[in-house]
T-cell receptor, first 114, second 114 residues
Framework: DSGVTQTPKHLITATGQRVTLRCSPRSGDLSVYWYQQSLDQGLQFLIQYYNGEERAKGNILERFSAQQFPDLHSELNLSSLELGDSALYFC?????????????FGPGTRLLVL | AQTVTQSQPEMSVQEAETVTLSCTYD???????LFWYKQPPSRQMILVIR??????QNATENRFSVNFQKAAKSFSLKISDSQLGDTAMYFC???????????FGTGTRLKVLA
């Protein structure tokens, strides 16, 4: 158990809908990272937040947005969902903002878009 | 653009034997960090080992070690005394400091045979 929690574990929704994935980092960790793992695209880095501020941005679509709240939990919002958004979404956390730090991954949220 | 290649989609090794997983990359950057992650059937992503590009000494963590050849842009993972619990998908990953991007390889599925 990494100490990172993600809810929900599974999510089934329809095309065009909007969903919110939630992540609670390990106690004391200031950085949160979001990743998407799909069959055709592999593992893709989406975005990093550090202490409430966006720190690094990867291949995040404009339909997706994220934020980190004052209590350091983070949410990833996915809107206008398409079939291709079906994937495993991971959240990870690390103590600071340095990119060589160990990232601790949550168990993931499996999203299925029908 | 940076690319990461894992040319071995699947490998198998006998328990207690040694196996090497290969990873090559291409970048024009000098500052980057290299990682190997393990993803067992539970789908949890776990950091195995990391290496800073500016360090010449190869990183070692217990039975896991890397062979980092910066000029050849190669970063292989050696697993010694393989155990059944090493059965997993292994990803090499990079963080490139200049472009602020995390990039993952496509993974190598390793099966340890009893």
């Amino acid at each position: 158990d990494s100490g990172v929690t993600q809810t929900p574990k599974h999510l089934i929704t329809a095309t065009g809908q909007r969903v919110t994935l939630r992540c609670s980092p390990r106690s004391g960790d200031l950085s949160v990272y979001w990743y998407q793992q799909s069959l055709d695209q592999g593992l893709q880095f989406l975005i990093q937040y550090y202490n409430g501020e966006e720190r690094a941005k990867g291949n995040i679509l404009e339909r997706f947005s994220a934020q980190q709240f004052p209590d350091l939990h983070s949410e990833l919002n996915l809107s206008s969902l398409e079939l291709g958004d079906s994937a495993l979404y991971f959240c990870a956390s690390s103590p600071g903002g340095a990119h060589q730090e160990t990232q601790y991954f949550g168990p993931g949220t499996r999203l299925l878009v029908l | 653009a940076q690319t990461v290649t894992q040319s071995q989609p699947e490998m198998s090794v006998q328990e207690a034997e040694t196996v090497t997983l290969s990873c090559t990359y291409d970048t024009s950057e000098n500052n980057y960090y290299l990682f190997w992650y393990k993803q067992p059937p539970s789908r949890q992503m776990i950091l195995v080992i990391r290496q800073e590009a500016y360090k010449q000494q190869n990183a070692t963590e217990n039975r896991f070690s890397v062979n980092f050849q910066k000029a050849a842009k190669s970063f292989s993972l050696k697993i010694s005394d393989s155990q059944l619990g090493d059965t997993a998908m292994y990803f090499c990953a990079f963080f490139f400091s200049g472009t602020y991007k995390y990039i993952f390889g496509t993974g190598t599925r390793l099966k340890v045979l009893a």
